[in-house]
């Protein structure tokens, strides 16, 4: 198989390249990755080496978690969490899945039941098992229910409509939104304030983010659920790379300053043109 | 080797996709092309887990007559006649495409038409004069509302270009500022999935 790709491989089409082996529309993007990526990886080795790293700032959606999980098992009532209508591999769902291990660790230490619907089904067995594991790890792998991980369905609406069914029934006391939305993101945010749930929501979507502002009592915006994983788990590690994020948006500022007095001074777009390989 | 094994896998398909992106052999041997076809083979494999647990959920809904229960009968019944249907003939059919087109198209049109009442009822509350970014929020939703409908620039000419101002310079200027650092965290957080420090997905606590 191996030689049958390399073979098709020689047969295919020549790309502008530098040196025979990096595509050129990209080598400047490529270089921008390992230096990202090298910078990740400074902080990641200097967390590791016990020297100081810069703490992630108060984020009080986070804080918030452990408060409305308290106030879910004082009322008797469950905690429902869900990824939204984002893909298995997407960032905000590989943040979503930090945030439920979290979660779902609280919800066993209290006694609490946790509710967790998918729309996708490539989600559903992953926060299955991140459920269970949870359990585990915090000594309760009796309370776990594997009827209260669930898959409603593939479409927008119907999934919406199964959620506002379950919230209708089971009266959550706690609602945690957390990942991608699209439209469906009012209609939950609106469900919980109607049942009475504290509700705690977090995407990257800025067509979203405006009603879970006016919807939720905490609001993650954008780059903040990505610090959940560090936020959470308080690993020194997990800090170095937020840092090294940091590092690289006051890069793209500089740029963007650069960028911005060069446009006003020259007609061509140096730095788009550097960026594309164009040289 | 539960953890490690599937880590192994995800950092080997990153590599693949970079491989693919910056490198002349790797676009030319096209992996990302070939792993995107075999996800679309496991994404058929987890859609039939997906759907055995619907099963089992409603099934058991309706043997152990929890609240509700009718529901999961009307479910059980829907999904698995409109299963049998479009496998008779073919999700193309008459039959089938009558009943998605003027069943499940039109309730997911009521249900995108109910957002209008849930966005008034959290406009009421949340535009009140409580605090500054609050009052800050009520003038510039009454002037970007009454500047994007036709009465604004009756009653006051000029309006519909400052609302057109605010949500132009405003309103996508806090939009992009949100999406580059969202952009950025996604990035480092695909890359902490690649250096194998993220392991939430794997039903563990991060590394």
Same mark, same amino acid.
């Given at each position: ?65 452990d ?41 066993a ?90 509700q ?34 308080k ?10 994020q940091?590092?690289?948006k ?30 | ?12 398909a990153?590599?693949a ?32 887990v997906?759907?055995?647990? %619907?099963?089992?959920?409603? !099934?058991?809904? /309706?043997?152990?007559r929890r =609240?509700? &229960? $009718?529901?999961?009968? #009307? ?7 409109? %299963?049998?249907?479009?496998l !008779?003939?073919? /999700?193309?059919?008459?039959? =089938?495409? &009558? $009943?998605?087109?003027? #069943? ?22 949340? &535009?009140?004069?409580r605090?500054?970014?609050?009052t ?36 996508t ?33 991060a590394?």
């Amino acid at each position: 198989m191996l030689k049958g790709l390399f073979l098709m491989a020689e047969a295919a089409e020549e790309l502008p390249s530098v040196l025979g082996i990096f595509i050129q529309s990209v080598f400047v993007q490529f270089i921008l990755v390992l230096a990202f990526l090298g910078i990740v990886y400074m902080m990641i080795q200097r967390a590791r080496a016990g020297l100081p790293v810069p703490e992630i700032r108060k984020i009080p959606g986070l804080d918030a978690l452990d408060e409305a999980v308290g106030r879910a098992t004082e009322m008797g009532r469950p905690v429902h969490i869900t990824p939204g209508l984002g893909t298995v591999g997407a960032a905000e769902t590989l943040a979503f899945y930090a945030l439920l291990g979290h979660v779902a660790k609280l919800t066993a230490k209290y006694d609490t039941r946790l509710i967790q619907t998918n729309r996708n089904y490539l989600i559903y067995p992953i926060a299955e098992e991140i459920i269970r594991q949870a359990y585990l790890e915090a000594g309760r792998p009796d309370a776990f229910n594997a009827d209260d991980v669930m898959w409603l369905s593939d479409w927008q609406w119907s999934y919406t409509a199964a959620v506002m069914g379950i919230f209708r029934a089971e009266r959550p006391a706690a609602n945690i939104m957390f990942g991608y939305f699209y439209a469906e993101s009012m209609v939950l945010a609106e469900i919980g304030n109607q049942v009475g749930a504290i509700q705690v929501a977090g995407t990257t979507s800025t067509a979203q983010l405006p009603f879970f502002v006016a919807g939720c009592d905490y609001t993650l915006i954008g780059e903040e659920i990505y610090a959940a994983s560090a936020y959470v788990s308080k690993e020194p590690v997990l800090t170095g790379t937020v840092v090294g994020q940091d590092w690289g948006k006051v890069f793209v500022f500089a740029m963007i300053l650069v960028g911005t007095v060069i446009a006003n001074f020259s007609e061509t777009n140096i730095i788009k043109d550097i960026l594309n390989g164009v040289w | 080797m539960r953890k490690e094994l599937p880590m192994f896998i995800g950092v080997l398909a990153g590599l693949a996709v970079i491989f693919d992106r910056y490198f002349v052999l790797g676009r030319n041997l096209g992996l990302t092309a070939t792993l995107d076809d075999w996800s679309v083979v496991m994404d058929g494999m987890m859609f039939a887990v997906g759907f055995i647990n %619907l099963t089992r959920l409603h !099934y058991l809904n /309706v043997k152990r007559r929890r =609240a509700g &229960f $009718i529901y999961s009968i #009307v479910l059980l019944v829907t999904m698995y006649g409109y %299963l049998a249907l479009a496998l !008779y003939e073919t /999700v193309d059919g008459p039959n =089938a495409t &009558f $009943i998605f087109d003027n #069943v499940f198209r039109t309730m997911g049109s009521t249900m995108y038409g109910m957002i209008a009442f849930f966005i008034a009822s959290a406009a009421y509350r949340a &535009f009140r004069v409580r605090t500054r970014e609050a009052t800050l929020m009520l003038v510039a939703a009454v002037l970007v509302m009454i500047g994007k409908a036709p009465v604004g620039d009756a009653l006051v000419a000029g309006w519909d270009p400052l609302a057109e101002w605010i949500l132009n310079v405003i309103n996508t200027g806090g939009m992009k500022g949100i999406l580059l650092g969202a952009y950025l965290g996604a990035f480092a957080t695909a890359l902490r999935v690649l250096l194998g420090l993220e392991r939430a997905h794997l039903g563990g606590a991060a590394k």
